[in-house]
């Protein structure tokens, strides 16, 4: 693959400064970076424009602004919290997002489907206020032209559950009543993106899915075969020790491509389906390491070239 088609996390060498990070991986050779909401709103107007001006003077394009890992843990807001003031600070974090996205000649916002971790919802309602908060962001997006993603995070949609579970594999952290279970991640998908029709964008994450399949095995090129109905517009490649259920922190997620549960195989059967089905997806490398280092970034790209 291509370097100059892959996107990267601009935070990626998280141990220096917003700019000097950029620096480093237009100097690797990238063309494509995403940021974060709370990353470009923790820096200055004048370090924004300088930001600017080195994205212009590169040509390099923004792929997305993305407002999910700040909406984890939800000090800034939750787009299905039951308290009004809670969504209100989710919505207006995401329209921050995207006129970060419109300053930056962004066409994506990337942007989570909220959590049910702190109010045990049942999950119909738990859709119909997100429906609530979302319509909102997207009445402002159109007008600048700007394209919500939405990306299900597993884990942190939870459904109560009276009795013993059907599933002990898809309980999460809470082993004593009440059971606290992922919902299907495939039905979650079909209800929302239905009920969508084509309104927004979908994104899927590699590391991701190990969280959504607990101790069970599974192949990418499978689990993503429901998001190619309902416009996939970002795949995010990282990697997981894995399974989820025997490693389990979640601090283990979003590791370099080429140390985890994931083969270079199973990327690559994961970009020719999409490819195959005559998709186009940005492909962005969404991997976090504590000590970042050019050499293992650059292996990582060799795993799926």
């Known amino acids: ?14 141990f220096d400064s917003l700019l000097n990070s950029t620096k480093q991986l237009i100097d690797i050779g990238f063309e494509k970076i995403e940021y974060s909401g709370l990353s470009l709103m923790d820096i200055n107007s004048y ?9 212009r003077g590169e040509g390099v394009t923004i792929t997305a602004v993305n407002a999910v890992g700040d909406l984890i843990p939800v000090k800034v807001g939750n787009l299905i919290s039951p308290q009004k003031q809670e969504r209100r600070n989710g919505v207006e974090h995401v329209k921050k997002c995207v006129d970060l996205a419109v300053s930056l000649k962004s066409k994506r916002v990337v942007c989570d489907i909220g959590t049910s971790t702190e109010d045990l919802l049942p999950l119909e309602s738990q859709n119909e206020l997100f429906l609530t908060s979302l319509q909102e962001i997207l009445e402002y997006s159109k007008s600048s032209n700007v394209l919500i993603v939405l990306m299900q995070v597993p884990g942190r949609r939870w459904v109560p559950w009276d009795g013993l579970p059907p599933d002990r594999s898809k309980v999460v952290e809470r ?22 029709n084509g309104e927004v964008g979908w994104a899927f994450d590699a590391a991701n899915e190990t969280v959504a399949h607990g101790i069970y095995r599974f192949q990418l090129k ?14 995010y490649l990282a990697n997981h020790p894995g399974p989820y259920n ?47 280092k050019k050499k293992s970034l650059k292996r990582s790209l060799r795993t799926v070239t």
């Open 175 to 196: 082993y004593i009543w009440p059971w606290r279970l992922w919902p299907d991640e495939e039905e979650l998908l079909s209800n929302l993106g239905d009920k969508l």
């Open 47 to 55: 370090e924004i424009e300088e930001l600017k001006k080195i994205l």
């Open 1 to 14: 693959m291509d370097i100059k088609k892959v996107g990267i996390n601009g935070s990626y060498f998280h």
């Open 246 to 292: 025997k490693v389990w922190h979640r601090l283990l997620l979003h590791k370099p491509l080429w140390n985890g549960f994931y083969s270079s195989q199973d990327f690559r059967s994961l970009l020719s389906l999409s490819k195959n089905k005559g998709l186009s997806p940005q492909i962005t490398l969404q991997i976090k390491e504590k000590r970042p």
């Open 222 to 235: 499978e689990v993503i075969k429901p998001y190619l109905n309902y416009n996939l517009q970002v795949v």
